[in-house]
Nanobody, 120 residues
Framework: QVHLAESGGGLVQPGGSLRLSCAAS????????MGWFRQAPGKEREQVAT???????YYADFVNGRFTISRDNAKNMVYLQMNSLKPEDTAVYFC??????????????WGQGTQVTVSS
């Protein structure tokens, strides 16, 4: 089993910054991709940013250069630096990881989510 633990959410004023962190633990052989999704009240969950082992990082159009995703592979961690936050960025942010268990089977895991509220 793989467990993802997010941290770093909170209340911030418009134009402010937050840094989200997510740590993966468990019977992990290899993580192939880590990313962030978000879900606002009354809306579907949407992809924010993804960082695969191979290929380029993906950012949703609404990010528009404001967020940066990074990884620490040695620690099985992914980060999301969010700058110039807007009220419409208010949502629960979820960490996602894809990879292989120690026995080789593939996995897709989700964190519990961390609340980000952008308000004055």
């Amino acid at each position: 089993q793989v467990h993802l633990a997010e941290s770093g959410g909170g209340l911030v004023q418009p134009g402010g910054s937050l840094r989200l962190s997510c740590a993966a633990s468990g019977s992990i052989l290899r993580i192939l991709e880590m990313g962030w999704f978000r879900q606002a009240p009354g809306k579907e969950r949407e992809q924010v940013a993804t960082f695969p082992n191979l290929g380029t990082r993906y950012y949703a159009d609404f990010v528009n250069g404001r967020f940066t995703i990074s990884r620490d592979n040695a620690k099985n961690m992914v980060y999301l630096q969010m700058n110039s936050l807007k009220p419409e960025d208010t949502a629960v942010y979820f960490c996602q990881a894809k990879g292989r268990y120690s026995k080789g089977d593939p996995f897709e895991a989700w964190g519990q989510g961390t609340q980000v509220t952008v308000s004055s």
